[in-house]
């Protein structure tokens, strides 16, 4: 029996889920703990899980409503996720409700104040009624009692009208809309008493929480509670959700602090309250420590009672021929918000340039908004004083490339290119304000006792460096040089992981490490103060730029990582411990105590052992982000301590062996990750292969990779994950995360390539359909790539079936030695299936005249359907080209902008790519399929066919003003006696090409749909 992710997934509900919360920013759960890159939605996880345990029934509606009642994802789930600070108030429920709404409201509000009134009335009555005349008290009594009772049930009425009408209102939003005003389902109750007898009346069950259902479904599968593993478990959203969920979990991955991320995911976030206590206090204490070592030592402190928040600093050089060293920055903006910037002077006896930090007028802060006197810009160096003189950057390193940093440095050498230098501290003092406390500020440039406080720092650190490097307080680990790792060195000779920290930085952070090891006792709390290193380090490092924008307030260091690199800077902020404590990571994202068994080891994928029904995986391909290098950021740091902590773990990155990129060496690991993931799966067991990526055609090399693996695909999705609300149905996202998912290929039938084709045509059939029928009526499901990927998946769900294909092992054809443009017969199987799946999508309105149009021309007017339906990714459009075997769609492209793609219009093209019909085509019918490639020398396929002189007699029409005579005439030139035959296709084409004008978006047809018009007026009248 399919599993319900073999039938069906709700792609746009769970797109705009996992658009929600990856926009929840800071407020995500998982991650508070630390950074990792390529997180994926903890609800598109939740999502996969569930529909590999649910079975398919013989009624996928019901099926689907069962699903999305489970998620909450339904619309009672969603009216019970709605936020009540979010509901309506009475204006605008009315504003948004319909008249026959609002009539009916007005009807009760004016039934409820009639009856009050009556009731007013009655009562007034009884009050003036002589307390002597019994018998009318009672009879007015009975009749207010009754008028009372009117007046409630009028109340009440209306009271139940305006819920209804809330609900009613709120579910007529499109589905993302409902979403702002939602909790995320997550962070809700989970299903109604009442959804979950429905819910087990259908599935069969009698749970009453997931974890119920979760534990009968996979009993009824598998014999015990469904085990779920991710061997590249990163961040730790799948075993931390399979978990959540009631799943037992798994996870491994190469990298430890990966592996550390996902074991606090489950034992410390899914430790649940005590945990959760018991480490903050663990950290508030090492913080207190921490706060009294550095004010005994009073390096953060100044003589007027103040304590420093924030230290600017910046790098200087001084270049060939400059008497003085610049300091450098792109922008001496300090904070916007007061107004406050950074300027220098020239010194009499000084080589280097005083800092002065002050607050300037509204105009002046515009200025510097404008970088102002910055020194450094587009990689050249300014003289301040002079703007004649400029250096490049890369010229003041010389051809040598800069001195390398030796372990033991820990700031520049005198005679370095870059020094570096404090230029501003943001001071803080609580002073009493009308008896109550207030918080003081302000910005000063260091003053000679900084300056000496900046030397005690350092001296501070020298007398322990050696031994905190050795006890592991600091790290000693050297960069060793890759993708991203090769800037530090090649930028500031920095060679060591401590030298992207300035002294303050490792003293502080070195003091929190030191303390940390000591205080902490439990493996939690030592987790738990690893993490705060981890979180600390990305908020305050040589690489964190200085934010001084107004929403910024006094301005904050920015995080190492907002991206995947590790960006040297010429000027940078180093919190204080002070500020550091403030913004501690919090552990209340998930209150709910997993009561599961999970496990998580360090290990290379090809290694594992252990067994799992389901493995959820997300590998790391072509994803261009290098784990293995930018992870040692944190692991520099963790190092020694990790070690001591989790023994069994291996403290190295073991970039050797970490799965990246593409080519032969990728494609053999990945074969035997796979390989060795189904050997450890029940023969019932199910995979599913998440994957981002712009250019959906890279996914067919993967299909091809799990195919060797021996695994069969059976069906693959394509959630959204990373895009506005708006957007989803637009077009407009950046990045689909694709799932693929799996079962293990039992057996190794041989396939012919006779029998696959009609199969794969049936399969593409059959799949389109089915999506077809879930989209009839209310809010489509899928979009045109969504229904592109399913019909690619139908093939490969054919094809993967077979172990062999005419006899080709499929691992050998994978790694075959080929040209560089050479194609396996494998992939020639794979393109020809996605053209059938292409050419089964035939647009709305062209099945009639769709047979006779060629390929190039099938292309063109497929992806104009696409484009009219708001789709502008271009990766889409290089898509469908290969599914009409197009190679060469510059031509026909107007823009071809990542995501603004867009197709040539007749006046676009004007006469360009106008090449004269052959023989052949002039009379008869429109030439049969050709691909889109010209011979060399030849003119675009395009350029030949029947449409684009149509196109052209379209354009005609619009020159002449919507006067059809020229361009009926060019079509009856063109095409001779053959026009009276293609008369009818070309009306239809026409009349087809008049309605694009409609679509929204497709403001640059409305001329040319205009025209088209009239020229198909124009034809049907024609007469020989
Ligand atoms: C795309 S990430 C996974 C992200 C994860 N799904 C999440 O939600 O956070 C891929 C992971 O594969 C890991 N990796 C790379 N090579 C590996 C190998 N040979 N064995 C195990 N893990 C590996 C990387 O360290 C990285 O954490």
Redesign the pocket.
Known sequence: MPAFIETQFPIARLSAESYKERKAGASQTLTGLGK?????PLILVRASILGMLMPASSDPKRDREIFLKILTMDDDGTVQRWKSNERYTLTELLELASLDERNRYHELLAERERLFNKLNEVTEELKRLPKSNIEAIATATAAMNDAVGQADRARKALLAYFNALQINVFNRLPYAERLRFCERPENSDGPTEQAWEEINAHLDTTASNLAELIEQLGQRSYGHTPRVG?????????PFEAARIGCEAFG????PV?GL?TWASLNLLGGGKKVQDEVRGVQEEVFAAADKQITEWGIEHNEQGERAEAFLYCVEVKPEGCDYYIPLAPSWLVAEKYRIVATWKKLPDSVHLQPEVLAVSESELKLYKGNKDATVVDSRILDPFDATRSWSVEALRGPEGLRRWSNDDVVPRPGDVFLERLYCIRWAKTVMHNGKPKLVRRYAAPEAADLAREAKVLELLHERFADWQSEGFIPSKAIISGDNTEQPIRERGWTHWHHLFTPRQLLMHGVLMKLGGQISMSLNAKAYSLLTIGYITDNSSKLCGWNPHHSKGPGNTRNVFSNQALNTLFNYGTKSLQEISFRIISLSTNRQRFTGESNIII????DLHAKCDIWI?????A?A?N??EI?DFFLAWYNKQLARAFPEWTPD?RAE????GEGEDFRR?MVE?YKNLAQHMPDNGMQMV?FTHQNPAVWADLGMILWAAGLKATAAWTISTETEAAGIKKGSYVQGTVCLVLRKRLGDEPGFLDEVYPLVEDEVKSQIASMQALDEGGEPNFNDADYQLAAYAAALKVLTRYGNIDGRDVEYELFALRAANEKSDFQAVIERALRIACDYLVPQGLDRLWRDLSLVERYYMRSLDVESRGERRKGMYEELARGFGVTDIRPLLQSDKANGTRMVTPSDLGSTHLASLEGAAQNQTMQMPRRGRAASGAPHPFALSPLRHLLFAVRETTEADDNPEPGRQYLRDTFGQGYWNQRDRFIGLLEWFARLGNSSGMEEWHKDAQAARVLSGRLRNDEA
């Open positions: 990792w890159w390529g997180r994926k991710d061997c590249f478990c990163g961040g730790g959203s799948i491994s991955d190469l990298n990966a991320l290990s290379d994928a090809r995986t997300d590998p790391p391909y994803d982000i784990y293995h992870g990155a062996l970490a799965v990246r690991s990750i998440m």
